[in-house]
C-alpha cells in the first residue's frame, strides 16, 4: 500500500490510503496529509497528480486540511473541485498546572481498557460523539459515520492507547493518547464522557490532565472541531490555547 508523495521546487503533497475509514464507509478513502506550493502553478499540478494517484487505486473519497489563511491552497483546491466541509482548531496545554477545581469526590479513575471494555466503549463513542471529519460532511451517511467513530475507539484500545473512566464503580467515559518516549509531549487523540454523565466531562478531563503531570508530560495537543461549541468552551476552561485553525475538504472522485 505505497503512499503518494511528489516534490517540486516550489511545493510538496503527500497522500495516504485510509482503510481503516473505508472499513467503516464502506468506499475507498485517501487522506492528503501534507500539502505546500508557494504558487498556483505548483498547486494545481500537485493536486492533479495526486487525483490521478488515487484514481488507479479505486479512490472514491479524497479528502485533508489545509491552514484556514492559505488562500492559494484553497483557491487551487476549489478550482480542482474540491469542497470544504469542515473547520477544526489545533489547541495545545503547556504545563499541566492550574487547573480547575474539581473536587476530589468527583474526579473519576482511569485505567487501561481492555477488550471486556469494547462494547460499551463503542457505544458511547457511536451514541455521543457528534461531530468530526465525517460527522459533518453532509454527503456521509451519518450512521457510517458513528460507525466509523465507533471503530476507531476499538482501535485505539486494540492498540493500548485508550483508558476507561470509572466513577462510583461505573465506566462513564473513555479517554486515549500517545505518548513519545523521547520527549514529554502527548497527542490527545479521543476524550469524552457518555451522556449521562456529562456532568463529569470537566472532572474527567482534570483526571487525564493530571496523569499527564504524573508521568512529567509537559506538553499536550490535539484537534477539536470548530462546530463543538460545548468541547470548545470546555478546553478555555482548562486553559488550552488555540493555535490554528484547519479548513476540511473532500472530493468524490
Same mark, same amino acid.
Given at each position: 500500500?505505497?503512499?503518494?508523495?511528489?516534490?517540486? *521546487?516550489?511545493?510538496?503533497?503527500?497522500?495516504?490510503?485510509?482503510?481503516?475509514?473505508?472499513?467503516?464507509?464502506?468506499?475507498?478513502?485517501?487522506?492528503?496529509?501534507?500539502?505546500?506550493?508557494?504558487?498556483?502553478?505548483?498547486?494545481?499540478?500537485?493536486?492533479?497528480?495526486?487525483?490521478?494517484?488515487?484514481?488507479?487505486?479505486?479512490?472514491?473519497?479524497?479528502? $485533508?486540511?489545509?491552514?484556514?489563511?492559505?488562500?492559494?491552497?484553497?483557491?487551487?483546491?476549489?478550482?480542482?473541485?474540491?469542497?470544504?466541509?469542515?473547520?477544526?482548531?489545533?489547541?495545545?496545554?503547556?504545563?499541566?498546572?492550574?487547573?480547575?477545581?474539581?473536587?476530589?469526590?468527583?474526579?473519576?479513575?482511569?485505567?487501561?481498557?481492555?477488550?471486556?471494555?469494547?462494547?460499551?466503549?463503542?457505544?458511547?463513542?457511536?451514541?455521543?460523539? $457528534?461531530? $468530526?471529519?465525517?460527522?459533518?460532511?453532509?454527503?456521509?451517511?451519518?450512521?457510517?459515520?458513528? #460507525?466509523?467513530?465507533?471503530?476507531?475507539?476499538?482501535?485505539?484500545?486494540?492498540?493500548?492507547?485508550?483508558?476507561?473512566? *470509572?466513577?462510583?464503580?461505573?465506566?462513564?467515559?473513555?479517554?486515549?493518547?500517545?505518548?513519545?518516549?523521547?520527549?514529554?509531549?502527548?497527542?490527545?487523540?479521543?476524550?469524552?464522557?457518555?451522556?449521562?454523565?456529562?456532568?463529569?466531562?470537566?472532572?474527567?478531563?482534570?483526571?487525564?490532565?493530571?496523569?499527564?503531570?504524573?508521568?512529567?508530560?509537559?506538553?499536550?495537543?490535539?484537534?477539536?472541531?470548530?462546530?463543538?461549541?460545548?468541547?470548545?468552551?470546555?478546553? #478555555?476552561?482548562?486553559?488550552?490555547?488555540?493555535?490554528?485553525?484547519?479548513?476540511?475538504?473532500?472530493?468524490?472522485?
Amino acid at each position: 500500500m505505497a503512499d503518494f508523495e511528489l516534490r517540486l *521546487e516550489c511545493g510538496l503533497l503527500h497522500a495516504r490510503l485510509t482503510p481503516w475509514d473505508e472499513r467503516a464507509l464502506g468506499f475507498v478513502t485517501a487522506e492528503v496529509t501534507a500539502f505546500h506550493a508557494n504558487d498556483k502553478d505548483s498547486a494545481r499540478q500537485l493536486l492533479e497528480e495526486v487525483q490521478g494517484w488515487a484514481l488507479g487505486r479505486q479512490v472514491k473519497y479524497l479528502f $485533508g486540511r489545509v491552514d484556514a489563511n492559505g488562500h492559494l491552497l484553497r483557491g487551487a483546491l476549489l478550482d480542482e473541485g474540491f469542497q470544504f466541509v469542515e473547520t477544526s482548531l489545533t489547541v495545545s496545554r503547556s504545563g499541566m498546572g492550574n487547573l480547575p477545581a474539581v473536587p476530589r469526590g468527583m474526579l473519576p479513575e482511569l485505567r487501561p481498557a481492555t477488550s471486556a471494555d469494547i462494547p460499551l466503549l463503542r457505544q458511547i463513542a457511536h451514541d455521543d460523539f $457528534g461531530h $468530526g471529519r465525517f460527522l459533518e460532511d453532509p454527503a456521509i451517511d451519518s450512521a457510517r459515520a458513528r #460507525a466509523r467513530t465507533a471503530n476507531w475507539i476499538e482501535d485505539l484500545i486494540n492498540g493500548g492507547l485508550a483508558h476507561a473512566a *470509572e466513577s462510583r464503580g461505573r465506566v462513564i467515559g473513555f479517554h486515549a493518547e500517545r505518548t513519545h518516549p523521547d520527549q514529554p509531549h502527548a497527542d490527545l487523540l479521543l476524550t469524552g464522557a457518555a451522556a449521562p454523565f456529562s456532568m463529569l466531562a470537566m472532572p474527567l478531563w482534570v483526571t487525564a490532565l493530571e496523569s499527564l503531570a504524573a508521568r512529567d508530560i509537559q506538553r499536550c495537543t490535539t484537534l477539536v472541531s470548530a462546530a463543538n461549541t460545548g468541547i470548545l468552551n470546555l478546553y #478555555a476552561r482548562l486553559g488550552f490555547q488555540f493555535n490554528s485553525t484547519l479548513t476540511g475538504f473532500r472530493k468524490f472522485l
